[in-house]
């Protein structure tokens, strides 16, 4: 079992920054790939930024050039700097865990998610 536990989201006007942070516990966390999804009302979860175990990082389109996903595996954290926010970046956002388990199983687990709100 993997715990995550996200913080730092919050109401900020666009062109602001926010840092969300993703708490990891109950697992090997270096091994793990990390990610941050949002989902807005009435649309799907969709990737915002991923980073694997190795450190190679993902952005969607709509984020490339604002957002930057980072990890600390002394801290078994992970985080999302973002800046330059829009009002489209408004979403609930939720940080995900693909564990790799030595049966060839992966899982992945999802934290409670964290509002980000941006106004105009």
């Known amino acids: 079992q993997v715990q995550l536990v996200e913080s730092g989201g919050g109401l900020v006007q666009a062109g602001g920054s926010l840092r969300l942070s993703c708490a990891a516990s109950?697992?090997?966390?270096?091994?793990?790939?990390m990610a941050w999804y949002r989902q807005a009302p009435g649309k799907q979860r969709e990737l915002v930024a991923s980073?694997?175990?190795?450190?190679?990082?993902n952005y969607a389109d709509s984020v490339k050039g604002r957002f930057t996903i980072s990890r600390d595996n002394a801290k078994n954290t992970v985080c999302l700097q973002m800046n330059s926010l829009k009002p489209e970046d408004t979403a609930v956002y939720y940080c995900?865990?693909?564990?790799?388990?030595?049966?060839?199983?992966?899982?992945?687990?999802w934290g409670q998610g964290t509002q980000v709100t941006v106004s105009s």
């Open positions: 980073i694997s175990s190795g450190g190679s990082t």
């Open positions: 109950g697992s090997s966390f270096s091994n793990n790939d």
């Open positions: 995900n865990a693909k564990v790799f388990y030595r049966s060839g199983t992966t899982v992945n687990y």
